[in-house]
């Protein structure tokens, strides 16, 4: 048993779980609604076990650290943050339609993650930038920054489903419209702490290695887009008339940004190591 | 109280644009679209590079609006000082309301805008003490004012969280001064040392300037270790800082572990080996087990023990292949014979039985040396890091502070009527006004338990 058998198999109770959620939702029964809560539950163990299980094996490698430092490692972390906040959200605000759209997502990470062909599986040592306590916070800081956008993204695209088709038999599961842009709101908010705290820790970080803590890099000018992106909501939120939908597309527009940020920076030129 | 107020004529107009927060909106994203280019566009490279990537006519293009360093161009400053004057403005325009908001003592008993009505056959008297006992389970304060008809309650917690706005907004404002600080007086040097030698003199990363310090840096030793898979684990440098001549300070650096002495904070950066002036050259004879030594340096060349033939090194190969192998560094040599044509010999330095294969009489190899390392050192000094970590405290404590924290406020109002008492309740929250909503239904229930269930 090792830990990317573990994720792997997690992979599939991810997308048993998102199939049972979105089976509640269609057809409105609670069995399968329970039933998709449990299989979650399940899924966020096994993604729990198999970040730490992948901690221990690089001990047994012979260089013990956190399992945070290459694009593999945070898609796990990445996935179960992002389960993790929905759970709570979930038993707040006991809807479970929310997971129709929140479980697919959690799935289609932990995916990539394991079927991706080029993925950096194999444990690697760190590379002396690396070796640094403030690595941990950082990433872990960024990530549950972006499982928060991911979220609010998620909602973003449930008010917009539910304001185009009315009040069918399926949008009426869903939560009232305001609740939906109170929730996204909360996941902004959420997301923009963290984010916060991801910069500010990147750039201490950065200055501990390098003696600047702040280069214009592009991983760290397209982390400052986003966070200007949401500051830009934050703020349009507070003019009348930028509530529901325009909030809601630009929390699919922020998202956008943090995609971009995790993933398209690899396509430029720069120095953050993820991927390359 | 101190008031800063929006001035008449033509600076209130100025006041005015700058206290918007739809300026905010338009700033935050021109911010956010334009920081775009300047990932695209790799930035201070050299105009040739450029030229090569885009064509003379999209070089003048974007060179007309500074986009190969556009981070310090005119106009993205132009935007931040913009954003800068629209903190400060829209914080002095909400100054004196924030702090009467924070710190009045006065409570107000009007009603307040999330409000439920309640008739309670109770009276006046029986329902004072429900109230204050209710609401002293969440309110810090608690003001009742009694009058003829009956009393209101005026409960309130966290005011001060209306602090969180300036401490968001100034927290930007000092983050940019301590940037400014750091980019007028900071110096951001570069130093290379050899083991075993120190150096006083820094050179500027940007100009190239050379910049003489009050102390010296010596490297006794540099090192790099590895791990098992042959990946670098450290780069270490063990540096000893003097003060005419004598040490003052101590210290084994690694990329994540710094030096600090005088305001200089000197950072491990890169290194590099040093070529040594002369090599030497093993001969060992085939037959006889005669070995030989001599030096030799790039361009040389030295005759065979024997005297019959003769050797010159012709460079130094750093990264050399031999069919398709790289077998890192190498001496590419050339052998000359009487009555024979030149020929080529190769010798990798970490396998010394390589030249056997030639089965010549005499082997050769390269003699073990010592290598000697240099140390790439950073050397910097940036006063204004501690407002910008300042900053960064603050920054995160408002957002904190912001978001999960409220100014929450109720009003109870109860009024005698001939059948018992009639109860308003009224709240409000600086967030999470659903969350105010389902409360004043809690608390308008207990009054009237059917009409609330
Ligand atoms: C980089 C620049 C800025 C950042 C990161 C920033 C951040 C924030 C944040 C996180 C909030 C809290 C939002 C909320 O309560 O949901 C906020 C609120 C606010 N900001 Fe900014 N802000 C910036 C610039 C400005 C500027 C230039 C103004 C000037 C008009 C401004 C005016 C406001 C106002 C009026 C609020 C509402 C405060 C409240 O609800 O009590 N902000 N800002």
């Known amino acids: 048993m090792n830990s990317s058998l573990i994720l792997s198999v997690t992979t599939f109770v991810y997308g048993l779980a998102g199939f049972l959620y979105i089976a509640s939702w269609v057809f409105r029964k609670p069995l399968p609604g329970k039933l998709a809560l449990w299989t979650t539950i399940l899924g966020v163990t096994g993604n729990l076990a198999g970040f730490i299980l992948r901690w221990v094996e690089s001990y047994a490698a012979g260089f013990g650290r956190i399992p945070l430092s290459n694009l593999y490692e945070s898609l796990v972390f990445y996935a179960m943050t992002i389960v993790v906040i929905y759970l709570f959200i979930e038993f707040r605000h006991k809807n479970r339609t929310l997971g129709a759209f929140v479980l697919p997502m959690g799935f289609l990470c932990l995916a990539y993650a394991s079927l991706s062909p080029d993925m950096g599986v194999q444990i690697r040592p760190l590379m002396p930038a690396l070796k640094s306590n403030w690595l941990s916070v950082h990433v872990m800081t960024c990530f549950v920054g972006y499982a928060a956008f991911a979220l609010a993204f998620a909602f973003g695209i449930m008010f917009l489903i539910k304001e185009k088709g009315g009040n069918g038999r399926l949008l009426h599961a869903l939560p009232k419209l305001d609740t939906i842009d109170e929730l996204t709101h909360q996941m902004v908010m959420l997301g923009f702490l963290f984010l916060t705290m991801g910069i500010v820790t990147g750039a201490v970080w950065a200055n501990s290695a ?25 703020h349009a939120r507070l003019m009348r008339g930028w509530q529901g939908r325009r909030i809601a597309f630009l929390s699919i527009l922020g998202f956008g940004a943090v995609i971009f940020t995790y993933f398209g920076v690899n396509l430029l030129p720069g120095l953050h190591s993820y991927g390359s | 109280m101190i008031s800063i107020s929006r001035p008449s004529g033509l600076p209130g107009q100025v006041w005015d644009f700058f206290v918007s927060v739809r300026l905010t909106v338009a700033t935050l994203a021109l911010l956010a679209f334009t920081s775009i280019f300047g990932t695209l566009i790799p930035q201070n490279q050299h105009p040739a590079d450029y030229i090569n990537a885009y064509g003379e006519f999209f070089f003048r293009f974007f060179n007309v609006f500074d986009l190969f360093n ?21 914080s002095l325009n909400r100054l004196s309301p924030t702090l009467k908001m924070v710190f009045r003592r006065k409570p107000a008993f009007n009603r307040l805008s999330i409000r439920e009505e309640a008739d309670c056959e109770r009276s006046a008297r029986e329902l004072r003490t429900i109230v204050e006992n209710r609401l002293s389970q969440t309110f810090a304060k608690i003001h009742v004012q009694e009058d003829e008809k009956g009393f209101s309650a005026f409960a309130e917690k966290g005011a001060w969280t209306r602090l969180g706005f300036y401490a968001i907004h100034l927290s930007i404002i000092i983050l940019l001064f301590g940037a400014l600080l750091g980019s007028i007086y900071g110096i951001d040097g570069h130093v290379n040392v050899p083991e075993g030698t120190s150096a006083g003199t820094i050179r500027l990363r940007n100009s190239g300037a050379p910049v003489p310090l009050d102390f010296q840096i010596q490297c006794n030793a540099f090192n790099i270790s590895y791990y098992k898979t042959g990946a670098v684990r450290e780069f270490r440098s063990s540096l000893t800082i003097l003060e005419d001549g004598k040490a003052v300070s101590e210290k084994e650096i690694i990329v994540n572990d710094p030096l600090k002495y005088k305001g200089f904070t000197i950072y491990q950066s890169s290194y590099g080996k040093l070529k040594a002036k002369t ?43 031999l069919m398709g192998q790289d077998v890192g560094e190498a001496y590419v040599c050339e052998l000359k014979e009487d009555g024979k044509t030149p020929m080529e010999v190769i010798l990798p330095t970490r396998f010394p039985s390589f030249d056997k294969m030639r089965k010549g009489e005499w082997i050769i190899s390269v003699a073990r040396q010592e290598n000697r390392f240099y140390t790439g050192l950073a050397v910097k000094k940036d006063p204004g890091v501690w407002l910008v970590y300042a900053g960064f405290l603050m920054l ?58």
């Open chain 2, 279 to 321: 090599q030497k050259l093993n001969f060992t004879n085939r037959a006889t087990g005669e070995k030989v030594e001599k030096e030799i340096s790039v361009g040389r060349t030295v005759a065979f023990p024997d005297g019959a033939r003769e050797l010159t090194l012709k460079k130094v190969a750093d990264d050399h292949t």
């Open chain 2, 70 to 90: 556009m981070y310090n161009s005119w106009w993205y400053r132009l935007l931040m000082v913009t954003l800068t004057l629209n903190i400060l403005i829209c």
């Open chain 1, 210 to 234: 390098w003696g600047r803590y702040w280069g214009w890099d592009p991983k760290e000018t397209w982390s400052l887009i986003t966070w200007f992106v949401y500051a830009t909501l934050l």
């Open chain 2, 396 to 453: 995160i404590a408002g957002c904190f502070i912001s978001f999960f924290m409220s100014h929450q406020k109720m009003v109870i109002g109860v009024k005698e009527t001939p059948t018992g008492t009639h109860v308003s309740v009224s709240g409000t929250s600086t967030r999470n006004r659903i969350g105010m909503k389902k409360r004043v239904r809690e608390m308008a229930a207990i009054f009237n338990p059917k009409e609330y269930s």
